[in-house]
């Protein structure tokens, strides 16, 4: 059997992936410690761009009253953990094609992409303007990403690791 640079890309896929979930895990134990610390409400961002993105591709989320607003919530949470995975993916994707930076330059680029990933959309969708955040509002934002950053590289570094073989084949 033949083995090519293309043998480590599901391994660095399914690393990615786990990177993605650990530190999508970092992101929200970071947010409720925010919001549990300060009392401060949720951010209904993710409900809003549930709808924002519906509306784009012509669906209606069913329901209305709390059926709706329940509906809204779980999608929000579950479009934050597949754009968290998703952006681990990404990662662990250059990770196998042979991109291995630093675990600071890794951090960075993590925190960079959760980022854009998240803000992004909601920004290009209106449901959000970064322009008109506070301070407190930037530092409600850049920290849990950062946690995401943190973990995201951690555990993509320690877990990826390529065979032997493929590395010699590369």
Same mark, same amino acid.
Do not use: E, K, Q
């Given at each position: 059997m033949k083995t090519t640079r293309t043998s480590a890309v599901w391994p660095g896929l399914l690393s990615g992936a786990a990177a993605g979930a650990a530190g999508t895990s970092a992101l929200n134990v970071i947010t409720y410690l925010d919001i549990a610390v300060r009392g401060r409400p949720t951010s209904t961002t993710p409900e809003r761009t549930v709808e924002a993105m519906a509306r784009l591709v012509g669906l209606t989320?069913?329901? +209305?009253?709390?059926?709706?607003? *329940? %509906?809204l919530l779980g !999608?929000?949470? !579950? +479009?934050?953990?597949?754009?968290?995975? /998703?952006? /681990?993916?990404? !990662?662990? =994707?250059?990770?196998?094609?042979?991109? %291995?930076?630093?675990?600071?330059?890794?951090?960075? @680029?993590?925190?960079?992409?959760? =980022?854009?990933?998240? *803000?992004?959309?909601?920004?290009? !969708?209106? @449901? &959000?303007?970064?322009? &008109?955040?506070? @301070?407190?509002?930037?530092?409600?934002? =850049? @920290?849990?990403?950062?946690?995401?950053?943190?973990? &995201?590289?951690?555990?993509?570094?320690? =877990?990826? %690791?390529p065979s032997l073989e493929a590395t010699r084949a590369a």
């Open positions: 989320v069913p329901g +209305t009253g709390d059926v709706l607003a *329940n %509906r !999608l929000g949470a !579950l +479009t934050g953990y597949a754009a968290g995975i /998703g952006m /681990g993916l990404i !990662l662990g =994707l250059v990770y196998a094609l042979g991109w %291995r930076p630093g675990l600071f330059v890794a951090t960075l @680029v993590a925190t960079a992409i959760a =980022l854009i990933g998240t *803000n992004g959309p909601m920004t290009v !969708l209106g @449901v &959000t303007d970064p322009r &008109t955040w506070g @301070v407190v509002g930037w530092i409600s934002d =850049l @920290v849990p990403h950062c946690g995401y950053g943190v973990v &995201t590289a951690l555990v993509l570094h320690y =877990l990826y %690791r």
